[in-house]
Nanobody, 129 residues
Framework: QLQLVESGGGLVQPGGSLTLSCTVSGATVEDYVIGWFHQAPGKEHEGVSCISGRDGTSYYRDSAQDRFTVARDIAKNTVILQMNSLKPDDAGVYYC??????????????????????WGKGTRVTVSS
């Protein structure tokens, strides 16, 4: 059974960096598109960055371009999100999700998995001085 566990959230000052990890169990990263979704307080979750586990094709939303980097580690069955130059607007809960038979762009733009896949429970990021 597919399970996704996020880690790496915490408190960081504006301009700082964090690395989030999504560890996959019960399945192989290569069989899924893995995405990171951000839910700001009082808002719906939105796709931040998604990556194909099969070939590494990635997608970033505009606000993440040039600041965030998504990568997959096949050996560790993990997907990481390196976040740099963090802003107060980046604060919220970050969820990892997985879906089969989609593309990185489609999954991020849709806002999550709508087919075979699942969600993690999230990790909180606070950006404050």
């Amino acid at each position: 059974q597919l399970q996704l566990v996020e880690s790496g959230g915490g408190l960081v000052q504006p301009g700082g960096s964090l690395t989030l990890s999504c560890t996959v169990s019960g399945a192989t990263v290569e069989d899924y598109v893995i995405g990171w979704f951000h839910q700001a307080p009082g808002k719906e979750h939105e796709g931040v960055s998604c990556i194909s586990g099969r070939d590494g094709t990635s997608y970033y939303r505009d606000s993440a371009q040039d600041r965030f980097t998504v990568a997959r580690d096949i050996a560790k069955n993990t997907v990481i999100l390196q976040m740099n130059s963090l802003k107060p607007d980046d604060a919220g809960v970050y969820y990892c999700a997985a879906e089969k038979k989609t593309t990185a762009q489609d999954m991020c733009v849709k806002g999550g998995p709508y087919g075979v896949g699942g969600w993690g429970k999230g990790t909180r990021v606070t950006v404050s001085s």
